[in-house]
């Protein structure tokens, strides 16, 4: 179930963040456009852009968990006895797999709060709280992440995060 879960997960990640970095590339080159050539700004683009990474970056958090790129302290496990390594690696997810939860949580509050308010973006005049519904929803895609982790450690498994093959050349 949570690895079919997680190949999801990763073809809603991959697709949301490839569609923003485009959103955002394209924006921003129209309003390049728009300034230099036509001398008409796009009063909106900039709110889009910004809008586009702040949505990536809280998108990307499960993607951390996924390839093990979040900060951690593994010299720990370097002092500690054997047995001992896989107790502390099932304590950091379930501390990770807890703060996920609390910004759920708190996330899923603003959200409720924010649309009860209306407030509304400055130059988009969408509601904020869709906005912010990229918090409480990337925490979702993040405690998903956790439990593959945990699943893993538990079931007495490494977890390995899958290799990423980038070419420089």
Request: one cysteine or more; aromatic letters at 6%.
């Given at each position: 179930?949570?690895?079919?879960?997680?190949?999801?997960?990763?073809?809603?990640?991959?697709?949301?963040?490839?569609?923003?970095?485009?959103?955002?590339?394209?924006v921003a080159i129209a309003q390049v456009i728009a300034r230099y050539v036509?001398?008409?700004?796009?009063y909106w683009s900039e709110e889009?852009?910004?809008?586009?990474?702040?949505?990536?970056?809280?998108?990307?958090?499960?993607?951390?968990v996924r390839y093990a790129s979040h900060i951690s302290v593994e010299a720990i496990y370097a002092f500690?006895?054997?047995?001992?390594?896989?107790?502390?690696?099932?304590?950091?997810?379930?501390?990770?797999?807890?703060f996920a939860g609390v910004v759920l949580w708190y996330g899923s509050?603003?959200?409720?709060?924010?649309?009860?308010?209306?407030?509304?973006?400055?130059?988009l005049r969408i509601p904020v709280g869709y906005i912010y519904m990229v918090i409480p929803f990337s925490a979702g895609l993040m405690i998903t992440r956790y439990l593959l982790v945990l699943q893993e450690l538990v079931f007495g498994r490494a977890y390995t995060p899958p290799s990423v093959d980038i070419k420089t050349s």
């Open positions: 179930m949570i690895t079919w879960l997680n190949k999801l997960v990763d073809v809603i990640e991959n697709t949301l963040v490839s569609g923003l970095i485009l959103v955002a590339t394209l036509f001398n008409n700004s796009l889009v852009v910004l809008y586009a990474f702040i949505t990536m970056s809280f998108l990307t958090m499960g993607m951390g500690v006895p054997e047995k001992m390594v896989r107790p502390l690696q099932i304590g950091a997810a379930c501390l990770g797999l807890i509050k603003l959200v409720i709060n924010t649309s009860r308010m209306g407030q509304l973006s400055p130059a």
